[in-house]
């Protein structure tokens, strides 16, 4: 028994460990199409957010929360809106502190009204 001992508790220890958190991918306008793919099987959600934002930074933990009761059933972006200047002083070091496990992306593109109905056709309706 005493030489499987160090053997289970390399197994307990990888068994309790926390995944590791994302780290933010910068992507421009051009790579929001192929963000917003047709996935038939999955759900996909999508999510603006920056860390200076403190509504969209309470909002996180619903979103995880998602992702860790569905799974593979359903496909978490958090798209960062960011400075990308700030990606390794901002945003990973918030992404680790927060332990994200979603899908993140820093768009590095300032202007909301071209980048927001590539993602919803729709969402400017209410505003026309």
Do not use: R
């Given at each position: ?26 992507i ?54 960011d ?46």
């Amino acid at each position: 028994m005493k030489k499987y001992f160090p053997f289970i508790l390399l197994l307990i220890i990888t068994a309790c460990s926390k995944p590791e958190p994302q780290k933010a991918v910068v992507i421009g306008i051009e790579d929001i199409a192929s963000l917003t793919g047709d996935y038939p099987e999955k759900i996909q959600v999508i999510n603006f957010w920056a860390t200076w934002c403190k509504p969209c930074v309470d909002e996180l933990p619903a979103f995880e929360k998602l992702k860790a009761t569905y799974g593979d059933q359903i496909d978490v972006i958090l798209i960062s809106l960011d400075d990308v200047e700030n990606l390794e002083t901002k945003v990973n070091p918030f992404l680790e502190k927060h332990n994200i496990q979603s899908q993140v992306k820093l768009l590095d593109y300032p202007y909301a009204a071209e980048y927001i109905p590539m993602v919803d056709t729709h969402w400017m309706e209410p505003f026309l």
